[in-house]
T-cell receptor
């Protein structure tokens, strides 16, 4: 398993602005996932992008993937105070099965100020 | 509603005692569950993979005799922190893959352990 590294570690923006978070990883992947964690809670899966995809949208979320650079970005448009949370990327190198494990970096702490 | 239920959500115990945390899959028969630990402002650290009907697989550096994992049914995995010490105080989170191999994890809400 491998973990992604999120950048920046912390991001503070005003409501209505866009927030961009980046993720870098080291080895080849099958897919890359983004998760969100509200303070004191478990993680929630946001979006999955496969290695043969370059961009994916889900509501106000836009994820890009550049496998040549081994990087991904998560864009949250028109941010809201409720988007305040930590965001984690999780590179997934293989297909499923009980032997596979996802690992996580330190995340990006996003604060959206009202 | 929650599809992965963790209990208790928080617990305070005295040093030297043991604490059991339950992780239940409410709508899915999970042969595998994952246990993570998270210290404040740190990443989630994978502790072990819980396998139904067999021994758990522990990550390097995680003491299997300290963190006992039992996965006796397809809907329940338990993590017991034995002889807890203040340094075991942490946020423990379980998860499982409900998508049969897509590696998309569904997490419980976590259990905050404080050892006095």
């Amino acid at each position: 398993s491998q973990q992604g590294e999120e950048d920046p570690q912390a991001l503070s923006i005003q409501e209505g602005e866009n927030a961009t978070m980046n993720c870098s990883y080291k080895t080849s992947i099958n897919n890359l996932q983004w998760y969100r964690q509200n303070s004191g809670r478990g993680l929630v899966h946001l979006i999955l992008i496969r290695s043969n995809e370059r961009e994916k949208h889900s509501g106000r979320l836009r994820v890009t993937l550049d496998t040549s650079k081994k990087s991904s970005s998560l864009l949250i448009t028109a941010s809201r105070a409720a988007d305040t949370a930590s965001y984690f990327c999780a590179p997934s190198p293989g297909s499923g099965g009980s032997n596979y494990k996802l690992t996580f970096g330190k995340g990006t702490l996003l604060t959206v100020n009202p | 509603g929650a599809v992965v239920s963790q209990h208790p959500s928080w617990v305070i115990c005295k040093s030297g005692t043991s604490v059991k945390i339950e992780c239940r899959s409410l709508d899915f028969q999970a042969t595998t569950m994952f246990w993570y630990r998270q210290f404040p402002k740190q990443s989630l650290m994978l502790m072990a993979t819980s396998n139904e009907g067999s021994k758990a697989t522990y990550e390097q550096g995680v003491e299997k005799d300290k963190f006992l994992i039992n996965h006796a049914s397809l809907t329940l995995s338990t993590l017991t922190v034995t002889s807890a010490h203040p340094e075991d105080s942490s946020f423990y989170i379980c998860s499982l893959d409900r998508h049969s191999g897509a590696n998309v994890l569904t997490f419980g809400a976590g259990s905050r352990l404080t050892v006095l």
